[in-house]
């Protein structure tokens, strides 16, 4: 079964940290660029930040960088989203899903959703 797993989600106060992870089965990991994202109630789903195949290389939406990290871990097939300096507008359910682009990959091209995990930060 082709799937990704996310969890470390919570709810938290403004400042705070958390760390999701994302576990990924039934496909060959190591080969794709994957993907955070999240949506907010009302809202469409938006890029959080990815990373290539070989971790060598990341990319972020602008209101997370500095906060955020991604990074990989192709022998466990985990990939982590370190949450820093929470603000209440992180709020939301975050994906993660692997793409074969390179790159900046397009949304459209992340494939093998799962089933998010919630982000809850209380000002």
């Known amino acids: 079964q082709v799937q990704a797993v996310e969890s470390g989600g919570g709810l938290v106060q403004a400042g705070d940290s958390l760390r999701l992870s994302c576990a990924a089965s039934?496909?060959?990991?190591?080969?794709?660029?994957v993907g955070w994202f999240r949506q907010a109630p009302g809202k469409e789903r938006e890029f959080v930040a990815c990373?290539?195949?070989?971790?060598?290389?990341?990319y972020y939406v602008d209101s997370v960088k500095g906060r955020f990290t991604i990074s990989r871990d192709n022998a466990k097939k985990m990939v982590f989203l370190q949450m820093n300096s929470l603000k209440s507008e992180d709020t939301a359910v975050y994906y993660c899903?692997?793409?074969?682009?390179?790159?900046?990959?397009?949304?459209?091209?992340?494939?093998?959703w799962g089933q998010g995990t919630q982000v809850a930060v209380s000002s």
């Open positions: 899903a692997g793409s074969l682009l390179p790159g900046r990959a397009p949304t459209t091209s992340f494939n093998y």
């Open positions: 039934g496909f060959t990991f190591s080969s794709y660029t």
């Open positions: 990373i290539s195949w070989s971790g060598g290389a990341t």
